[in-house]
């Protein structure tokens, strides 16, 4: 596989009331060809900023990236490219089948090729039989749809995602996670910035987390998330074993009269077990706990501040 996206050093300065700030601060990530890979941060943790640099959008104030093989900035890149935003603005007035067929056009798609792909499209997102039907009767899992099927109209290599499942119901994240796992099965590299953790767990290969403008963790999905934890419920323990059972990683507190341990799954349970009942005490339940992204997630940024949206988006660039 070759590489998708490669950054080195990508910063980008604000001028704040403070002074200056690098809302991206010399970031440095790989994505590969045919790779779902997440991008994660808090708000104004620099995720915006960052694909409107890679997109040409906005301009580096430092460092340097390249987009299927050129830097960016290259205009012949973006042919092969597409960008879904958090909020698209659609014409709603139009119909589905009418959207299309405009920004078919914009890719200067012929007729009656301009019509196929669109009808193709309708039907890859299924849509095809609320095609008649005008954006403003669209529900937002509709809209978010449609979106996608708009993004796919040229094709693209590589996709830009950001929040493609935000307020969405149940079935519609379902719906929109599957043609997302089905652009890679087509052999696209779909970049996704998200902060719906459990859709970024199931779908994604590799993630980053931005905080500050930095990396504070990445890697692939199943390395990251190793190493999970175990709960120990036991009732009829006397006060004060709790504080013999505490040690680097171990949560031992009393909730409604029960003991719960809470232990990395790499320690021996049997000690705990063997405290308990030496205290006197019953077992009620061991429960093995799977790390998830959220875990991970809190543990890389979780009590950290970070810049806000409007400073990251509104200020004077450097």
């Given at each position: 596989?070759?590489?998708?996206?490669?950054?080195?050093?990508?910063?980008?300065?604000?001028?704040?009331?403070?002074?200056?700030?690098?809302?991206?601060?010399?970031?440095n990530?790989?994505?590969?060809?045919?790779?779902?890979?997440g991008?994660?941060?808090?708000?104004?943790?620099?995720?915006?900023?960052?694909?409107?640099?890679?997109?040409?959008?906005?301009?580096?104030?430092?460092?340097?990236a390249?987009?299927?093989?050129?830097?960016?900035?290259?205009?012949?890149?973006?042919?092969?490219?597409?960008?879904?935003?958090?909020?698209?603005?659609?014409?709603?007035?139009?119909?589905?089948?009418?959207?299309?067929?405009?920004?078919?056009?914009?890719?200067?798609?012929?007729?009656?090729?301009?019509?196929?792909?669109?009808?193709?499209?309708?039907?890859?997102?299924?849509?095809?039989?609320?095609?008649?039907?005008?954006?403003?009767?669209?529900?937002?899992?509709m809209?978010?749809?449609?979106?996608?099927?708009?993004?796919?109209?040229?094709?693209?290599?590589?996709?830009?995602?950001?929040?493609?499942?935000?307020?969405?119901?149940?079935?519609a994240?379902?719906?929109i996670?599957?043609?997302?796992?089905?652009?890679?099965?087509?052999?696209?590299?779909?970049?996704?910035?998200s902060?719906e953790?459990?859709?970024?767990?199931?779908?994604?290969?590799?993630?980053?987390?931005?905080?500050?403008?930095?990396?504070?963790?990445?890697?692939?999905?199943?390395t990251?998330?190793?190493?999970?934890?175990?709960?120990?419920?036991?009732?009829?323990?006397?006060?004060?074993?709790?504080?013999?059972?505490?040690?680097?990683?171990?949560?031992?507190?009393?909730?409604?009269?029960?003991?719960?341990?809470?232990?990395?799954?790499?320690?021996?349970?049997?000690?705990?077990?063997?405290?308990?009942?030496?205290?006197?005490?019953?077992?009620?339940?061991?429960?093995?706990?799977?790390?998830?992204?959220?875990?991970?997630?809190?543990?890389?940024?979780?009590?950290?501040?970070?810049?806000?949206?409007?400073?990251?988006?509104?200020?004077?660039?450097?």
């Open positions: 596989m070759g590489v998708a996206i490669k950054t080195e050093d990508l910063t980008k300065t604000y001028r704040t009331r403070s002074g200056k700030v690098n809302v991206v601060d010399h970031l990530l790989e994505v590969e060809e045919g790779e779902i890979f991008f994660l941060g808090p708000n104004g943790a620099g995720k915006t900023t960052t694909i409107k640099m890679l997109l040409g959008i906005s301009y580096p104030s430092e460092g340097t390249w987009v299927l093989g050129k830097e960016i900035g290259d205009t012949d890149v973006h042919r092969r490219l597409s960008y879904l935003p958090e909020k698209p603005y659609y014409y709603e007035h139009m119909t589905g089948l009418e959207i299309l067929r405009f920004y078919a056009r914009l890719f200067n798609i012929k007729e009656p090729e301009r019509t196929k792909k669109a009808e193709a499209l309708l039907e890859k997102v299924n849509l095809a039989g609320d095609a008649d039907k005008i954006i403003a009767q669209y529900s937002r899992g809209q978010q749809r449609i979106g996608l099927a708009q993004s796919l109209l040229n094709d693209p290599v590589l996709l830009f995602l950001d929040e493609p499942t935000a307020g969405l119901d149940p079935i994240h379902i719906e996670r599957d043609l997302i796992l089905k652009m890679r099965d087509e052999g696209k590299t779909v970049f996704i910035s902060h953790l459990s859709d970024v767990e199931r779908i994604c290969d590799r993630v980053t987390i931005l905080n500050y403008g930095k990396v504070v963790s990445e890697g692939r999905l199943d990251l998330l190793k190493g999970g934890r175990i709960e120990i419920t036991a009732v009829n323990v006397p006060k004060g074993i709790e504080d013999n059972l505490r040690s680097d990683g171990v949560i031992a507190s009393f909730h409604d009269g029960r003991l719960i341990i809470d232990a990395p799954d790499t320690i021996a349970t049997d000690g705990f077990v063997d405290a308990v009942r030496s205290a006197g005490g019953t077992i009620v339940s061991i429960i093995p706990r799977r790390k998830r992204l959220e875990d991970l997630f809190i543990e890389s940024v979780g009590g950290r501040r970070v810049l806000t949206e409007q400073t990251e988006q509104s200020e004077e660039s450097v």
